[in-house]
C-alpha cells in the first residue's frame, strides 16, 4: 500500500511522508495503529491509498471507512476522494458518503465510506441509520448488513482528539474499537493532539481484546516555520497586508467581532455552526480557494477541523491547549513565517482551569505545537453505564435494534448532545437551507410558537401530533418523520441567529 500512496503523492505533485508510509506498512503487517502526526502533515491522503488499495483490491479489507467528528466536513473529504480515484483512471462512484442528513452509501457498501462518528456507532451497534425510522418505531431493520460492511471494512478514525472532549463521543468511539479488535477489523486513529491519557485508555480497552496495536509517532515536522507568539488584553488592529484568521470560543463574540470590523470598514467572512451547509460550503471555498481568497475571516472551533487552508496572523481567544495547537495549525501551514495573538479567555464553554493550563505552558515553552501534548494534562471522561451497554447490545446476538432504541430513549444521544435537529428558514425546507440546532435549541423555539416542518410542510407541532417536549427531541422527529423546525430568523452573513 506504500508504493500506492506513493504513486498518489506523485501524481498530487505534494512529497510521501515517512510515517504514512510506516503507518501503511504496520497495517499490511497487521496492526492497527494510532498515528499522532502535527496538523497539515497529510494524514487524510492514508485515507486516498486505502481507497485505492479497496479497489484494486488486497488482503487485509475490502473496504475502507472515513470516519469524521463533524457533518459539515464530510462532503469536503467525499469531494477530494473522489477526485483522487478520479486522477489515477478509477470509477470515482466507488466513493460515497453516511451521515444522519444524507445518504449516498447507506450501508457502507462502496469501496470508500465518508461518515460521521454518530452514523457509524449506530450502524455498529445493530440501529442502521438507513433505516432508523423502522427501527425507533419498532420495526425490524437490515442490521446485519452494515455490520458486515463494517467487519470487512478498515476504518479510520480522523480527528480523534475531537471525539474526547465529552464522556459520550469518547466512550462510543472506545466501544466501537473494542468491537473491532474482537473482529480483528484493522483500524488507524489519526489526531495531532490526543491527550496521552486518552492513548491510555486506549491502549488498556484493547490489550483485554488482544489487539495488536501500534504507536507512529511524528517527532519533527518536515514542515519548516517560525510562528511569533504574543498575548494581549483586546483585539488588536488588523494588518490589513496580511491574511488574518480570527477565533473564538462562542459564535455571539464572532458575531459582535465581525459587526465591530465591518462597521471599522473591513471586509471579513464569518463562519461558525449555524450556517446552512449550503452557505457552509460557499464560504468555506472562499476560504480555501487560492482565486478568491478571504483576507479576514472570523471563526470559532469549526475552523480546528477539515479545513485545509494557511494564515499569516492567527488571534484567538485563550482555549484549551488542543484547541490552540488546532487553530496555530492554520499558521504558516505550509511553512514559513507566521503569527499567534492570543486574547483573554471571556470565560465561556471551557473550564478555566484547562484554559490556564494551556496559556501558562505556551508562556513558558514559547511554542503552540503539538510537542506541547506531553505536558498537557486531563481527565477522561468515560460513562461506564454507556459504555456497557454498547458492550452486550455487541456481544449478545440476540440483542436487536430494540435494544439500540430502547438506549437511546435513555440517553438520547450516543455521541454529542448537539446539533441534533434541524432548523429551517422562512421559506425553505430543503436541507441544504437548514442548520443544526441543538435539543434545547429546538425546543426552545417550539415553547416560543414556532411552526415545523413534516414531509416539506410548515404545520403546527400538535399537527405532527407532537406531544411533549420533555423527551428528548431529535428521537420524536425522527419517530414521527418531523424533518425540523422553523427558525426566526436567518442572515446569509451571519447565519442564525438563535
Do not use: W
Amino acid at each position: 500500500m506504500s508504493d500506492i500512496y506513493k504513486d498518489i503523492c506523485s501524481k498530487e505533485n505534494v512529497e510521501p511522508r515517512d510515517k504514512i508510509t510506516e503507518t501503511l506498512d504496520e497495517i499490511e503487517n497487521g496492526h492497527s495503529v494510532i498515528l499522532t502526526a502535527p496538523t497539515g502533515y497529510g494524514k487524510t491522503s492514508i485515507t486516498k491509498a486505502l481507497a485505492v488499495a479497496a479497489v484494486q483490491g488486497n488482503d487485509n479489507f475490502d473496504r475502507v471507512i472515513h470516519v469524521l467528528p463533524y457533518r459539515s466536513i464530510v462532503q469536503d473529504l467525499t469531494a477530494k476522494l473522489r477526485y483522487s480515484l478520479a486522477k489515477i483512471g478509477l470509477n470515482q462512484d466507488l466513493v460515497g458518503a453516511q451521515d444522519m442528513d444524507f445518504h449516498d452509501s447507506p450501508y457502507f457498501l462502496l469501496k470508500a465510506n465518508v461518515t460521521t462518528l454518530d452514523t457509524f456507532v449506530l450502524n455498529l451497534f445493530k440501529l442502521p441509520v438507513a433505516e432508523i425510522d423502522r427501527g425507533l418505531n419498532g420495526l425490524g431493520t437490515h442490521f446485519e448488513v452494515p455490520r458486515g460492511a463494517i467487519y470487512s471494512s478498515i476504518v479510520v478514525f480522523d480527528e480523534f482528539h475531537l471525539f474526547s472532549e465529552d464522556g459520550k463521543p469518547l466512550t462510543s468511539a472506545i466501544a466501537s474499537l473494542k468491537s473491532l479488535g474482537s473482529m480483528g477489523v484493522p483500524f488507524i486513529i489519526a489526531t495531532a493532539t490526543m491527550p496521552d491519557s486518552v492513548k491510555s485508555l486506549i491502549k488498556e480497552s484493547l490489550i483485554k481484546e488482544g489487539v495488536s496495536l501500534t504507536e507512529v509517532n511524528v517527532i519533527d515536522s518536515p514542515v519548516k516555520r517560525s510562528i511569533d507568539i504574543r498575548f494581549e488584553s483586546d483585539l488588536p488592529r488588523i494588518d490589513t497586508e496580511k491574511r488574518t484568521l480570527i477565533v473564538f470560543n462562542t459564535r455571539t463574540e464572532a458575531i459582535n467581532a465581525y459587526r465591530k470590523l465591518k462597521g471599522l470598514g473591513y471586509s471579513p467572512l464569518l463562519i461558525h455552526s449555524k450556517f446552512s451547509s449550503r452557505d457552509r460550503v460557499e464560504k468555506v471555498n472562499k476560504i480555501v480557494n487560492r482565486n478568491e481568497q478571504a483576507k479576514l475571516v472570523i471563526s470559532t472551533q469549526v475552523i480546528e477541523a477539515g479545513v485545509d487552508v494557511s494564515f499569516d496572523t492567527l488571534i484567538t481567544e485563550a482555549a484549551p491547549l488542543p484547541n490552540l495547537i488546532q487553530r496555530a495549525g492554520r499558521v504558516a501551514r505550509y511553512g514559513g513565517e507566521g503569527e499567534v495573538i492570543i486574547i483573554p479567555f471571556m470565560g465561556k464553554v471551557y473550564e478555566r482551569s484547562e484554559v490556564d493550563q494551556a496559556v501558562k505552558l505556551i508562556e513558558e515553552n514559547n511554542v503552540i505545537d503539538h510537542s506541547l501534548m506531553q505536558f498537557y494534562k486531563v481527565n477522561v471522561d468515560v460513562d461506564p453505564s454507556l459504555r456497557t451497554s454498547l458492550n452486550m447490545i455487541d456481544d449478545v446476538a440476540l440483542y436487536t435494534s430494540g435494544a439500540t432504541t430502547e438506549l437511546l430513549e435513555e440517553v438520547c444521544s450516543l455521541t454529542r448532545d448537539v446539533s441534533l435537529v434541524m432548523g429551517f428558514p422562512h421559506g425553505c425546507t430543503s436541507p441544504e437551507c437548514a442548520v443544526p440546532l441543538t435539543d434545547q435549541e429546538a425546543k426552545d423555539l417550539i415553547n416560543a410558537g414556532n411552526m415545523i416542518v413534516k414531509n416539506g410542510q410548515f404545520m403546527h407541532p400538535s399537527q405532527a401530533r407532537l406531544k411533549s417536549l420533555k423527551d428528548c427531541l431529535p428521537l420524536q422527529f425522527l419517530k414521527l418523520g418531523i424533518d425540523g423546525v422553523v427558525i426566526e430568523s436567518y442572515d446569509k452573513e451571519e447565519g442564525a441567529i438563535i
